[in-house]
């Protein structure tokens, strides 16, 4: 069974870098064809992908959020790390660390979501 599970701090204060980290367990990240993301959703307003890295460690950006976006992961701990910089009230929302699959829109596990919060 896939596990997937976010950590990170829930509050966050304005022009801060926000850094959330997703445990896998039952799949290694390293493994084909499998594509690990990080989508948000602010209150009221729905899904946004926001970006993600490939099996081979290759990543990808939402272009509205490349310029303050970077994914990267630990492959000895099994994990990948968002970090969100110069963070506003826009950022506020539920975020989720995502397992699919190269190519596609498919997701098949999802984290339980982690609610972050910006406020000074």
């Known amino acids: 069974q896939v596990q997937l599970q976010e950590s990170g701090p829930g509050l966050v204060k304005p022009s801060q870098t926000l850094s959330l980290t997703c445990t896998v367990s039952?799949?290694?990240?390293?493994?084909?064809?499998?594509?690990w993301s990080w989508i948000r959703q602010p209150p009221g307003k729905g899904l946004e992908w926001m970006g993600g890295?490939?099996?081979?460690?290759?990543?990808d950006y939402s272009p509205s959020l490349k310029s303050r976006t970077s994914i990267s992961r630990d492959t000895s701990k099994n994990q990948f790390t968002l970090q969100l910089s110069s963070v506003t009230h826009e950022d506020i929302g539920v975020y989720y660390c995502?397992?699919?699959?190269?190519?596609?829109?498919?997701?098949?596990?999802w984290g339980q979501g982690t609610q972050v919060t910006v406020s000074s």
């Open positions: 995502v397992r699919g699959y190269m190519g596609t829109d498919e997701y098949d596990y």
């Open positions: 890295i490939h099996h081979s460690g290759n990543t």
């Open positions: 039952g799949e290694s990240i390293t493994t084909s064809p499998y594509y």
